[in-house]
C-alpha cells in the first residue's frame, strides 16, 4: 500500500504540475460564503423540509434543476428539465378489521396494517401455521414439510444469521429476503397457497409505539414498482403473537429469533377462526432525481458521478424538519463541486471524462431515487468509474473527542470494491487539504452499519466503486428540527468540499478507469 500511495502522490503531483489551470485555480471557487448562500436556500422555511413526494421536494428540485442550468450543465439524456421521476404513491387505510375466534383485535392497538404492501380485500381462514422467517430458498427453506395451503402462516420479520452473516447471502448485507421484505415474504406465501401473513418483529413489544418506522404505519408512502402479488399482512405485537402461538412455543422462538438462530426446524400449527377486512385507497403521484452533466474530452464515454440526497423529513407536528446537515450539506456540494467544474471546462480545462452532478430524493424513505438510478441509469453503469457520495459533511460529530475534532471526515468505502480508492483519494488529500481521513466506519463490527445507509451503495451493489464522505453526526440535532444551519462548522465544510472535488479532478482526469478488483461484501 505504501509503494502504492507514493506512486498515486507523484502521478497526482505530476498531473497538477503539468496541467495549465490546475485543479487548485478552481477548488478556490468553492468557498464557505457560496456553501452558505445554497444552504440558506435549501435549508430554508420555503423547502418546508424537503420530504418525498411533498410540495417541498418539488420547490427544492426546481431549485436545484435552475442552478445546474445556470451554471451551464446538459440535462442528463432522458430527464425532464434535469429531473428523472419515479413513481411514488400515498396509501390511505379506510378500514381494517381483524377477528380472531370472533374476538375483534384493533388496527393500531393489537397489530399494525401493513399498509405499504397491502391491497383492499377480505380473507377467512381456519388455521395459522408458523414458518419461521418466512423464506424459501434454495440455500434456507422455512417451508419445507409444512402444509400452508388456505392458512394464516406466522413469520418473524428478519433472517437467520451466522456469525454475523445472512446463512443466505453468506455475507454481512442483507440478503433478498432480510428485515425489510415483508413483500417478497408475502409473495412468497400467495405462492406456496397462504392467505395472510402475521409478522413479528423482534424490536416491537406488547404495544405498538408512536415512534414505529413509516412501513408499519397505518398511513405511508411507498415506491409504486412492477411487483408480484402478494397476500395481506400484519405486524403483530408480541402479545398477540403469544396469544396465538403459546406462551412456551413463542418464548423459544423468540430466543432463537433475536440471536439470528434457523427456525426452520420449528413446527406449530393450530386450529383458528380468522376474518381479515382492509381496505384502502391508493393515491400516485412523482418524484424525482436532478441530475446534470458535462461532457469530457478524450474519455467522454467514461462517466464520474458525484452525488447527495437532497430530502429530508418535512414538516412533522408543525415543525419544520431543516436538514441542513442532512443532506442539505451534501446537497449544495454537489452545487458548488459542479460549478468549479463548469469553470474550468469553460476556460478550456474540463475533465477528460463526462462529470455527472446528481441529487437524489428518497434517501430517507429507504434510498428510494439511487435505487431507481441504478436500476435505470441514465449513463451506463458498466462506464461509470466511480461514484463519490457526500451526506453530511457540514458539522463536527458531538461524540468525536480526539485532537482532530476540527480537521476530519470520516470516508467509507476506502477498502471496498477497488484497490485504487484509498490510493486516489489519500493522494489528493495529502497533496491539498491535509484531513484525516477516518476509516472508522468501515470496520466491519461497526454496529452502525453506514455503508449500507446512503445512496453510494446503490451503485455498489451494481459494482461501482464508491467513496462516501460523512462528518458522523448521528446524535446531537440528527433527524431533528434542530438539524439548522446555525450548527454548520464553515471552514471545515469548505475545507471538506474542496478535498472531495480534488478527488474527482484526479479520477475524471486520470488515464484509466477506477479498477474493480475488490469482491462486494
Partial sequence: MRKQFITGLLSLAAFAAAAQGGPDTYAATITKEGLKKQLSVIASDEMEGRETGTEGQRKAAAYIAGQFEAIGLKPAPGTDHYQQYYAIGYDSLLHSELKIDDKELVSGKDFADETLNNNTGSLKANKIVFVGYGIGDPKYNDYEGKDVKGAVVVIFASEPKQDGNSLISGTRTPSPWGSFTIAKKAAFALEKGAKAVFVINVNIGDTLSAGMSHSYMRTGVRVVKQTDPAVNAITMTQSLARQLLGDDFFAGVLAKAKKGEALNTDNFEKKVKISYDYEEKKTSYNASNVAGYLEGTDKKDEYVILTGHYDHLGIRNGKIYYGADDDGSGTCSVIEMARAFAKAKAEGHGPRRTMIFMTVSGEEKGLWGSEYYSDHPLFPL???????????????????????????????????????????????????????????????????????????????RKGVPILFFYDGMLKADYHKPTDTIDKISWDLYEKRVRMIFYTGWEMANRDAMVKRDIPLN
Avoid at 394 to 413: A, Q, S
Avoid at 441 to 450: A, E, F, L, S, V
Fill in 382 to 460: 458498466e462506464k461509470t468509474s466511480v461514484d463519490l457520495n457526500t451526506d453530511m459533511d457540514g458539522r463536527i460529530d458531538t461524540e468525536r473527542k480526539t485532537g482532530d475534532t476540527l480537521n476530519y471526515i470520516y470516508v467509507i468505502g476506502h477498502d471496498k470494491l477497488s484497490s485504487e480508492l484509498a490510493v486516489i483519494n489519500e493522494a489528493a488529500n495529502t497533496r491539498y487539504t491535509g484531513l484525516t481521513l477516518d476509516y472508522k466506519y468501515d470496520d466491519p463490527k461497526d454496529p452502525n452499519r453506514i455503508y449500507y445507509r446512503s445512496d453510494h451503495y446503490n451503485f455498489a
